[in-house]
T-cell receptor, first 111, second 112 residues
Framework: QQQVKQSPQSLIVQKGGISIINCAYE??????FPWYQQFPGKGPALLIA?????SEKKEGRFTISFNKSAKQFSLHIMDSQPGDSATYFC??????????FGQGTRLTINP | DTAVSQTPKYLVTQMGNDKSIKCEQN?????MYWYKQDSKKFLKIMFS???????INETVPNRFSPKSPDKAHLNLHINSLELGDSAVYFC???????????FGSGTRLTVV
């Protein structure tokens, strides 16, 4: 119930392509779904977040798609760049309580 | 100015030793957390403090003891270190009622 399952574990995309990372959850009480980006040697940094009352949120090249009935959400990175190479984590929380993280996706953008 | 700062950044120590990691945030947040990131990059919450009060204590060995002297500081003391304690420990903070977390840069603990 507390888990957030993330896939794929690793992803290689060509420069300019679209990177897609998926997450699924079980707990219907979750009301906040952020994505974090982590570079080597750094802490996770908030990238973009969504609440279940909207199905999509876009910020620049980053888009979250949210499917409440399927209990799934995904991150799309358009026009992927080498600087996007990092580990991405989806997460979920309810009532501003603890964040539960997915397992992480190591994204590599080939130039 | 670093928003959430942790010291030390690296810590190498022998099994059985006791060590502490310190965390300070200058964001005015009232809630602070400790997360552990294992070798597979999985992030798991350990503790959460709100205004110096412990509010989340996950299933963590009692060798780990957090202490919050004030709402801007959260330290983690680890007794009798074991090989399995080797990981990166992240401190984070947030404001109650707000969902966004700010993480520190982490402390890489290696137990030899």
């Amino acid at each position: 119930q507390q888990q957030v399952k993330q896939s794929p574990q690793s992803l290689i995309v060509q420069k300019g392509g679209i990177s897609i990372i998926n997450c699924a959850y079980e707990n219907t009480a979750f009301d906040y779904f952020p994505w974090y980006q982590q570079f080597p040697g750094k802490g996770p940094a908030l990238l973009i977040a969504i609440r279940p009352d909207v199905s999509e949120k876009k910020e620049g090249r980053f888009t979250i798609s949210f499917n409440k009935s399927a209990k799934q959400f995904s991150l799309h990175i358009m026009d992927s760049q080498p600087g996007d190479s990092a580990t991405y984590f989806c997460a979920a929380s309810w009532g501003a309580q603890k964040l539960v993280f997915g397992q992480g996706t190591r994204l590599t953008i080939n130039p | 100015d670093t928003a959430v700062s942790q010291t030390p950044k690296y810590l190498v120590t022998q099994m059985g030793n006791d060590k502490s990691i310190k965390c300070e945030q200058n964001l005015g947040h009232d809630t602070m957390y400790w997360y552990k990131q294992d070798s597979k990059k999985f992030l798991k919450i350990m503790f959460s403090y709100n205004n110096k009060e412990l509010i989340i204590n996950e299933t963590v060995p009692n060798r780990f003891s957090p202490k919050s002297p004030d709402k801007a500081h959260l330290n983690l003391h680890i007794n009798s270190l074991e090989l399995g304690d080797s990981a990166v420990y992240f401190c984070a903070s947030s404001q109650a009622g707000s969902d966004g977390y700010t993480f520190g840069s982490g402390t890489r603990l290696t137990v030899v």
